[in-house]
């Protein structure tokens, strides 16, 4: 075992980059190194999460007001938050999660066009000064991601957006992994998946390194 902090991991990028096909992969790295951990998702993450996650993402009838549909993404994030990320990092576990707030910055302010501002507020509401140690941007192109993600079946809410918006959301994840990246590490997802899988598994190799420093 080594004795680290716990850390908290996030995986992010559009749909169909593979993040869930991924998070697979670093579950049994983080098995590997010994280390204990909670893999969760957002939204989502608790029941109560979960049933927010359903409200967000199931097709309906009524317009959704971007303002309902952030408050509706940071209530999730709260109850996450409170019931399953703290209580698992306080008792001293890594957390990986498939999508956090760069998510919400990425759909909710690069997408909707929402102001970084009420993004920001929202999160200092929520999270104090909580932020991903590291956050694995898996990067590819938007028809790609397409492709890849109407495999699945039906679309959801989001995925029934135009191409726009998803190109919006993809520029706006690459600008903050490049204001951050210390933070980010962006991994060519448009490649075979055994080549992710080595890209990630070189990124997280270095992140620990860089911690035992
Ligand atoms: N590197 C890859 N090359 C080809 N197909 C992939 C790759 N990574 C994932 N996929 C496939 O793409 C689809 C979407 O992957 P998924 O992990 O569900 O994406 P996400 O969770 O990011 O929306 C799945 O059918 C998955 O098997
Ligand atoms: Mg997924």
Not at 104 to 113: F, N, P, S, V
């Amino acid at each position: 075992m080594r004795a680290l902090k716990p850390q908290f991991i996030t995986v992010e990028g559009g749909e169909g980059v593979g993040k869930t096909t991924n998070i697979a992969f670093i579950r049994k790295w983080l098995e590997q190194q010994g280390l204990d951990y909670v893999a969760t998702r957002e939204p989502g993450g608790t029941p109560l999460a979960e049933e927010i996650r359903g409200l967000l993402v199931n097709p309906r009838e009524e317009v959704v007001d971007e303002n309902t549909e952030l408050l509706l993404m940071f209530a999730a994030r709260a109850q996450h938050l409170s019931q399953v990320i703290r209580p698992a990092m306080n008792a001293g576990k890594w957390v990986l999660c498939d999508r956090f707030t760069d998510a919400t910055y990425a759909y909710q302010g690069g997408g909707r066009g929402m102001a970084v501002e009420k993004i920001a507020q929202l999160e200092t509401l929520v999270q104090g000064s909580l932020r991903p140690d590291l956050t694995l941007l898996l990067d590819i192109g938007v028809e790609q991601g397409m492709a890849r993600a109407s495999e699945r079946g039906a679309p959801d809410r989001f995925e029934q957006e135009k191409l726009a918006f998803f190109h919006a959301v993809r520029d706006c994840y690459l600008a903050r992994a490049a204001a951050e990246p210390r933070r980010y590490r962006i991994i060519d997802a448009s490649q075979p998946l055994s080549q992710v899988q080595s890209a990630i598994g070189e990124a997280l190799e270095a992140f620990v390194d860089a911690i035992h420093d």
